[in-house]
């Protein structure tokens, strides 16, 4: 080839030719910076830059990136059996994360279905819900969810969530959802009352919500007593209730699932992002052995005719397996307990700045709101972004809402990094 024929393109060129990102305008949004490698808290950009990933990249590599133990485990899985059809098929990686799943999920859970992303978990476990009532002979086709909640952008998950800049074009499109406010120790009563009057208006299959954090609405915390009590009414009236884990599980929130921090135990149970550790797409939906008693009946019919072609894909399967053992092992437990203190600790440090509205904490998630005005995806946003990758920081702002879930293996020297990347940003902002 002749030098002057070939231009080199830069990532940041050849991505803009045919690429279309996520949550992102085109028209308006900055270009996006190619990452080059992974390891452990770090990033690693094109030209070497190293930047603390202090989010576990939407809190999926939670016990770092590109872990050995785990790549281990992927690649022998590898090399044995990478992909096999799973209806009228099974295999050892399925049933070991079953067993493994089992011991630690709320006791109540007893069945495993696969699918591959947070959203179809969702999807499928309203599905679970609104059949078991179908197999039932009942008629019930409303569903019940918190204001501002997400659940993925999938259509039935998208109907359940209530974050409007997702979902405007498509709500003509949507299930039947009701919405009652997420509770605190003001409104209780009154989001207890309205609970009946849906209740009583309304033939409610399922109550679906993100247990005690609310990851995409700015990481909105709320208290497990209050949930509680809304749980205990759905299943007073056989509503199906179905916790969406995908942010929480696995360790967030100081305990396996952020259900275990409440009494009264969900029927279904939705999980996905740390439950692969970063490495590979698959998600989970859990129930209860009488949901799963509802699907069983000698007519074809009333059986769950739900598939994904990956389902329960062997080199998942074994990279789960992998991280719950490390989320069990004495290294990652202490990680948790020293995130958590540190967290604390940070927050004494600025909770009482003046730039800073509220703060936050749950387990090893941490949020702060600053004090002014700003738009989810507007100009100010990609500024204190910006403000952060400067810093090498990997921070991403929702809304006036800082938050930091950082990998359980972040040290404490990275750890200060983010806190000192915060500390800037609130003397300039
Ligand atoms: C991320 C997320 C989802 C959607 O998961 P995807 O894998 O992005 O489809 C659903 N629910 C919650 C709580 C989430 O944080």
């Not at 399925?94 to 799943?101: G, T």
């Not at 009414?233 to 921090?261: L, P, Q, R, Y």
């Not at 279904?268 to 009488?290: D, N, R």
Request: a negative charge; charged letters at 20%; proline letters at 3%.
């Amino acid at each position: 080839m002749n030098a002057s024929s070939t231009k080199i393109m830069t990532l940041k060129e050849r991505d803009k030719k045919h690429l279309w990102h996520p949550l992102t305008q085109h028209k308006i949004h900055p270009e996006a910076l190619p990452i080059v490698k992974a390891k452990g808290a770090v990033l690693y950009d094109e030209d070497g830059i190293a930047y603390i990933d202090g989010i576990a990249s939407w809190y999926t590599a939670m016990y770092g990136h590109c872990n050995d133990y785990i790549l281990n485990k992927a690649q022998q899985q590898m090399r044995q059996l990478d992909q096999i059809v799973f209806s009228g098929f099974t295999h050892q990686p399925a049933i070991r994360l079953s067993e493994e799943l089992i011991k630690i999920l709320p006791d109540n859970q007893e069945k495993i279905f696969f699918s591959d992303n947070g959203s179809t978990a969702n999807e499928v476990g309203i599905k679970m819900a609104l059949q078991y009532h179908f197999n039932k002979g009942e008629k019930r086709n409303t569903i019940i969810a918190f204001e501002d909640g997400f659940h993925g952008d999938t259509f039935g998950a998208m109907s359940a969530s209530g974050l409007s800049v997702y979902n405007g074009p498509f709500e003509d499109f949507f299930i039947d959802v009701k919405r009652i406010p997420t509770p605190n120790s003001e409104n209780i009563e009154s989001v207890l009352t309205l609970l009946h009057s849906i209740i009583e208006t309304h033939e409610v299959a399922a109550f679906i919500y993100e247990p005690l954090v609310q990851g995409a609405n700015a990481m909105h915390m709320f208290e497990a007593e209050y949930l509680d009590q809304i749980l205990k009414i759905c299943k007073g009236c056989a509503i199906i209730t179905i916790a969406d884990e995908v942010m929480t599980g696995f360790g967030k929130t100081g305990k396996n699932f952020a259900s275990d921090h409440i009494e009264t135990k969900p029927d279904i149970i939705s999980m996905s992002k740390a439950l692969t550790a970063g490495f590979v797409p698959m998600a989970i939906t859990s129930c209860t052995q009488e949901i799963y008693d509802a699907f069983l009946d000698d007519s074809v019919g009333k059986a769950f005719f739900h598939a994904h072609t990956y389902s329960a894909n062997p080199i998942a399967c074994a990279v789960a397996i992998a991280g719950i053992e490390l989320l069990h092992s004495e290294e990652i437990q202490e990680n948790i307990q020293r995130i958590v203190k540190s967290h604390k600790q940070f927050n004494d440090k600025i909770k009482d700045h003046p730039k800073v509205k509220t703060t936050r904490q749950k387990g090893i998630i941490y949020a702060l709101d600053l004090n002014i005005d700003m738009d989810r995806y507007g100009k100010k946003r990609y500024e204190i972004f910006n403000h952060f990758m400067k810093q090498r920081i990997f921070l991403r702002p929702l809304g006036n809402t800082i938050y930091i879930l950082a990998p359980y293996v972040i040290t404490n020297k990275q750890l200060k990094q983010l806190y000192d990347g915060i500390i800037d940003l609130l003397e300039i902002v």
